[in-house]
């Protein structure tokens, strides 16, 4: 079965640190540029793009608002993507997401690029 399967979110401190997982299925996940975007609750809030990193794991890139806090990495051998989050803000608090791209490498950083399978998200709350 073709899935993406995010896990990982939870209640995290603000300042504090949380890593999210998402485990690909059903395709050639090594050969796939994959993405993290978030969605914040509340009217008006749409999807935003959050980070994105090539099939090799040698291109990353990051949305100014988690750029120097979170790093995105990936397994190939695990077919697992990683979002390592730290120094949480209120502002972080989202419904997260992973994303594979149609592409082995990130042309537009950010949700212009095509993609053309996403997980069903993983809750993060930062709150004291």
């Known amino acids: 079965q073709v899935q993406l399967v995010e896990s990982g979110g939870g209640l995290a401190q603000p300042g504090g640190p949380l890593r999210l997982s998402c485990a690909a299925s059903?395709?050639?996940?090594?050969?796939?540029?994959m993405s993290w975007a978030r969605q914040a609750p509340g009217p008006g809030k749409g999807l935003e793009w959050v980070?994105?990193?090539?099939?090799?794991?040698?291109?990353?890139y990051y949305a100014d608002s988690v750029k120097g806090r979170f790093t995105i990495s990936r397994d190939n051998a695990k077919n697992t993507l990683y979002l390592q989050m730290n120094s949480l803000k209120p502002e972080d608090t989202a419904l997260y997401f992973c994303?594979?791209?149609?592409?082995?490498?990130?042309?537009?950083?950010?949700?212009?690029?095509?993609?053309?399978?996403w997980g069903q998200g993983t809750q993060v709350t930062v709150s004291s």
């Open positions: 994303a594979k791209a149609e592409r082995p490498i990130i042309v537009i950083p950010g949700l212009d690029q095509e993609y053309d399978l």
């Open positions: 059903g395709f050639t996940f090594s050969k796939y540029a």
């Open positions: 980070s994105g990193i090539n099939s090799d794991g040698r291109g990353t």
